[in-house]
C-alpha cells in the first residue's frame, strides 16, 4: 500500500508541474521558439522536477530502499502518466494513440521517451546511504 501511495504521489506532483510547464510552452514559449525547441527546453527542468520529487517522497514516506519498491513506485507512476496522457490525447485531439506517436516531433520526441525512462527509474537512483549517526543523505541526484 506504501509504494502505491507513493506511485501516485510522485505522478500527481510531477503530472501538475507537467500541466503548468506545458501550459507555458504552448502559450508562449512554442509561439516564439517553436514547437520543438518549446519541447527541448521544458524537457530538462521536468527532468529536475521528476529528481527533486522523488528524492522528497522516498524519504518523506519512508520508501523502502529494495530496488522492486523503488522500480513498483516510479512504475506505477509511469502507468498512471501513460494512462493520462493518451486519455487526454484521445479525448481532447481525437487522434488515436498511433496518430499521437507519429506526430510526435523525431528529436524532442525521442528525448520525451528518454526522460519518461528515467521518470520510472527515478526512485531508485535517488539511494539513501544511512551514516551510524542514522543521518541519510542522498548520494546520487
Not at 530502499?65 to 506505477?76: C, Q, W
Not at 490525447?89 to 516531433?105: H, N, P, Q, Y
Not at 523525431?106 to 528525448?111: D, F, I, L, M
Amino acid at each position: 500500500m506504501q509504494i502505491l501511495k507513493a506511485g501516485v504521489l510522485y505522478f500527481a506532483v510531477v503530472f501538475g508541474a507537467g500541466f503548468i510547464l506545458g501550459l507555458v510552452r504552448i502559450l508562449w514559449v512554442s509561439p516564439r521558439l517553436g514547437t520543438r525547441m518549446a519541447a527541448l527546453l521544458e524537457i530538462p527542468v521536468m527532468l529536475a522536477i521528476a529528481i527533486v520529487t522523488a528524492r522528497w517522497i522516498v524519504r518523506r514516506l519512508a520508501v523502502p530502499p529494495t530496488p522492486s519498491s523503488r522500480l513498483g513506485m516510479g512504475g506505477i507512476a509511469l502507468s498512471l502518466l501513460l494512462i493520462e496522457e493518451f486519455t487526454l490525447v484521445v479525448w481532447l485531439r481525437g487522434l488515436s494513440i498511433k496518430e499521437c506517436l507519429a506526430a510526435r516531433d523525431p528529436v524532442a520526441g525521442t528525448v520525451y521517451y528518454v526522460v519518461l525512462g528515467l521518470f520510472a527509474v527515478m526512485p531508485l537512483l535517488v539511494v539513501r546511504r544511512c551514516r551510524r549517526s542514522q543521518e541519510c543523505r542522498y548520494t546520487r541526484f
